[in-house]
């Protein structure tokens, strides 16, 4: 661990030390450097008690982020942006991280990007499949969407209308887990300390990826592969010498295809992803698909109203590791255009196997230019003990309020 | 020969007649070409546009947006708007590749998620950016996307002005039934432009002022409002550092190009 840790230190200090490099090669390439950011607090009031051991009820934060972004003449440009988040209760929540630290380099007939960055891939609102760049920083957020600075090399090499992409992926990052003292969580705390991997060169494992990215008519299309350390773990359960119980992430070496696919048909957006996976643990498949709809003008003159729907499966069912194996999302978008930018997202998802029900809203809106105001909600509704994940979390309801000061 | 001679004179003298017996509908699609043809060779340019939204209580907000516009032979313009402020949306870029027949191409990019999505089609009667500005309003106007009519001549302040209405095409996703156009005779510069909802009821009026004439024939405004008479909201543009041939290629609008652009 130490090794692999000292490993991503020194990779850290290579490129901030480049940086200052760059800064320093000229006073007007200093002067050039944008500088933009911003503090989040954040609080979150969970109305039940805490179920297990350790937990505290409530939990305040601030998030902290930094872009600074250099542009040459040719169009190559670095970029740096770190982040942070102190949390007055979960010492696991409170990490930083560096989310950028790249340098593009453009050229008439690719694109090479090298450093710390991250990649989208995918089509989908709810469910994200295909995406597998980086890792997922939980602790920020329990929908998986936040995700963690990942070491790369990426040629991009554009022609006509599709893009092909390679990458290659020095360095893993382990998925962050909320501690002891965190809400969100199963009744045994992840021990992220002692990750488990198939490789013996752990995180200092060379993963590879590819994708194809394709444009026609009205069709967007990716087709990707990946090769490497699967960034789900598979949480083994064990005993520690203390005689509590504690979740061990093992990390399989996998390989992934992907597709994912959007056409706007009309007035509908018809979206698909599915993988098929397959490594030492397990072999499947998992499909997620939808549509989007958008009513124009609803009920006032500038409001638009989405509709999202969207299906799930997940071949290894109701015992894998998916939370979404056969499950129906349906979510509501809401569009003020108004001047502060009101925005609620509503989405309700229903597992078809265990019947479990999970609700969950956000609403933003801005205050002036430069604060901006999101309140958050989480409700499951007395979840089946089938539903393992859902009923583990069935007293974590909450709601968040966060206020973004920009700068 | 004489009786040859006879015909043809009848001809010639009817030329003009045939020439005056143009349809309103013909005389304002040649209008409309003729404007698009004035403006065509431009090739490529970029802007700076400030937003003002005004509410009926006069409230104001301001958004900045930079724009870049290529011009495309065979096909509709691309055109990229990039979002610097209000600072939550800071970076955020829409991008669309507009089609002379069929759909537009739109595509959104979201840089806190590094995330291009595409937009449907139906979006174009939506607001830009809650303004009272439709993205329809703020797209290249290919004239295939509408029929046309010419309806009457008629002064609009000092200009000496054609009066045309035209009915969008894409009837389905437009906000509009049609649009009555008022352009000068001189350039065919447009001055005025009044919205009919799709209830046929006078939604909005879209004013052009201080136009500026670039590279020596391409005119551009340099501010324009648009009052809601509906909502009795109202947004100005103001356009600032046009620059024509700055050498924008293809690649610089693809999806691809979203991910780099700050």
Redesign the interface.
Known sequence: MRDVNSFYQGLKKVFVFTLFIILAIGYESVMAI?L?GYIAPEGRYFPSDHLYMGQKDNDASVAIQLEA?H?WGN?S?ITFVPFARFDSNNNKRSHYDIRELNF?W?TESF?TRLGVG???W?AMEFVHLVDIINQTDLVENIDG?EKLGQPMLNV?I?FQ?M?LDFFVLPYFRERTFPGEEGRLRAPFVVDTNNAQYEDKAKQEHVDYATRL?I?FD?F?VGLSFFNGTNRDPNLVQLMSSSGTDLLIPYYEQIRQAGIDL?G?L????LKLEAIYRWGSLAEFYAVVGGF???F??FVL??A?LGMIVEYAHDQRGIDGMSLNQNDAMFGLRLVL???A?TEILTGFSYDRDTHSKLASVRMSR?IG??V?LALEGWITADPPKDDVFLYYLRDDDFIGLEV?F?? | MKRLMLPLSVVLLLLPMVASAETVEEKGLRLAVEAANRDHGFGDFTADMVMTLRNKHGDESERQVRIKRLENKNDGEKGLSIFDSPRDVRGTVFLSHSHKKGQDDQWLYLPALKRVKRISSRNKSGSFMGSEFAYEDLSSLEVEKYTYKWLRDEKFFDHDCYVSESYPVDRRNSGYSRLLTWVDKDSLRPWKVEYYDRKNAHLKTLTFYDYGKYVDKYFRAGQMKMVNHQSGKSTDLRWMNYRFNTGLKDSDFSKNSLKRIK
């Open positions: 944008g933009t972004y542009e169009g440009s593009l453009v694109e991250k990649v989208f995918g969407v991009s554009p209308s893009s990215n444009t009205d967007d959007t706007a009309g007035e509908w957006l989007e709809y958008t124009i003008g003159p500038n638009d255009n108004d001047q930018g801005r230019d430069s901006k973004t920009y700068y």
